[in-house]
């Protein structure tokens, strides 16, 4: 372990030397000496460090310490320079590879029990995270936004989180980051709902668009997107900031700016002005977005690992997974319907969805699929679901048209083309179209639109397919008329 040989001499000769710390005699320039002198003991200590001195490791700490103390008396006072004094006090945790300790009740993923931990990543359980808690505006607006108009959000933003944590958090931990990083943007990118969608096209429970998706192997086709999936996503997010690290000299809320507002806006402005993002030339530099953005995620990672100190109670569930065997074949929302919600005040529709991620809420799942499904859910589903009038009323209401049906489709006739192959001719049009199709277990009518080139809403005109949801099942004919293909 070695510490930056160049930061203290970088904080000596530019923030603590200048005329502004020495020239008036006044309890502001008195405290700048005692931080200049604060960081000349660091500084002293470090280089003992190097050379073996392992009793300077105490040292260090006692000047961080005082270094803290010092800070927090230039913020009662009303003309000490804030920006400067927490612009070096940061400075210092981010390029010290001193070890920090973690908060304590972060539970078995916290970041001290991650190893190869950077040292950027250190804020997340660091004085230095504390203390913008304490004095940093943006951060301070952000954790009361979480904790008050979006309180629910975050809440429901948890409880979607842990039922997925088995699959998320690990890949967290094997790329040597902590777990509240991912849950603070998970958190602001999607609220844990996996199949969100943004206007501009980024998919997933951390919103990921297609291009940078299958540069970190997120590859989509038909009838699966794997951007929705939870555990690649996360792999693929941890992938993403251990790059944008790499390259930002380990600047935590450049990073997180990165993976807003784009990684070639992230390098160039850290090129041209340095990494510290509060500072006014580099914060002012970044949209108004992602200005939101940083603190939003680092106040929900904050709130991960301190919620309770802000009155915030979480649901005590029981979020230990397990594998659900389907007896017979069924649909998410029929499932939904069926299983109730005796463990799950909003349903299981939700988790269900987040981690199964790859069928759709009406689309047919074939007997003798497994899916992953809570612990909990599994009696339920036995006692609920296999069969009986709730499993009944389920599958009705599932199927219940949602309008009236005023129309039928034109007859459908046999005809033979001067071929002599059997075709398809409807009464309405005379547009041929040879064969028919009969639909596969785990297909969806997207998925035979989009592979058969057809147009949606002639397919399920002809075919009679009920509103909203357009069911199709294992087995059924499907009459491909209007199809190029």
């Known amino acids: 372990m070695r510490i930056n040989p160049m930061f203290v001499t970088i904080l000596l000769a530019g923030a603590f030397s200048g005329s502004a710390f020495a020239a008036k005699p006044t309890r502001e320039g008195l405290l700048y000496g005692q931080i200049d002198q604060t960081l000349k003991i660091y500084q002293q200590a470090r280089d003992l460090y190097e050379t073996g001195d392992d009793s300077q490791l105490a040292v260090m700490n006692k000047a961080i310490e005082d270094l803290e103390d010092q800070a927090n008396q230039c913020f009662k006072l009303k003309a000490c320079s804030k920006t400067k004094v927490i612009s070096a006090y ?158 930002l000299n380990r600047s935590l809320e450049m990073a997180i700016a990165g993976y807003n507002g784009g990684e070639g806006r992230a390098r160039r402005i850290y090129g041209e002005r340095g990494g510290d993002f509060w500072q006014e030339n580099v914060y002012t530099e970044w949209p108004a977005e992602t200005r939101d953005y940083v603190p939003a ?72 699929i497994v899916l ?42 046999p005809a033979v083309t001067s071929e002599g192959e059997l075709a398809v001719v409807t009464a309405e049009t005379g547009q041929k179209h040879n064969g028919k199709y009969i639909v596969k277990p785990g297909e969806t009518l997207m998925m035979i639109t989009r592979t058969f080139e057809c147009d949606l809403s002639r397919l399920i005109k002809v075919n009679d397919l009920a509103p909203p949801n357009y069911i199709i099942q294992p087995g059924q004919e499907i009459m491909l008329i209007g199809c190029k293909k």
């Open 372 to 413: 992953r499904a809570p612990k909990k859910l599994v009696a339920s589903y036995q006692a609920n679901c296999v069969g009986g009038s709730r499993s009944e009323q389920a599958k009705m209401l599932t199927q219940a048209r949602k309008v009236p049906v005023f129309f039928r489709p034109p007859p459908v006739v």
């Open 297 to 368: 995620v680092l106040a929900a990672a904050w709130l991960f690992l301190h919620g309770s100190e802000y009155g915030l109670t979480y649901p005590k569930l029981d979020y230990s997974p397990a594998s659900l065997t389907l007896q017979r074949a069924t649909t998410i929302n029929e499932l939904t319907i069926c299983l109730g919600n005796p463990h799950n005040q909003s349903g299981w529709f939700r988790v269900l969805r987040n981690l199964n991620p790859h069928y759709e809420p009406g689309q047919y799942i074939a007997q003798g």
């Open 90 to 247: 940061e400075q210092l945790i981010k390029q010290s590879d001193m070890p920090v300790s973690a908060p304590a009740g972060a539970g078995a993923l916290a970041p001290q029990n991650i190893p190869a931990l950077g040292t950027t990543i250190k804020l997340l359980g660091s004085r230095n995270l504390e203390l913008l808690t304490k004095y940093n505006e943006p951060m301070q607006a952000a954790i009361a936004n979480w904790l008050t108009v979006n309180r629910g959000f975050f809440l429901e933003s948890w409880e979607n989180y842990h039922y997925m944590r088995y699959l998320m958090a690990p890949e967290y931990e094997k790329a040597g980051l902590p777990e509240a990083l991912l849950f603070g943007m998970m958190t602001k990118e999607s609220g844990g709902k996996v199949h969100s969608v943004s206007r501009a096209g980024a998919a997933g429970p951390l919103q990921f668009m297609p291009a940078t998706g299958r540069r970190f192997k997120l590859d989509s086709g038909p009838g699966y997107d794997m951007r929705y999936d939870p555990q690649f996503a996360a792999r693929a997010n941890a992938q993403y900031m251990n790059e944008r690290f790499e390259e």
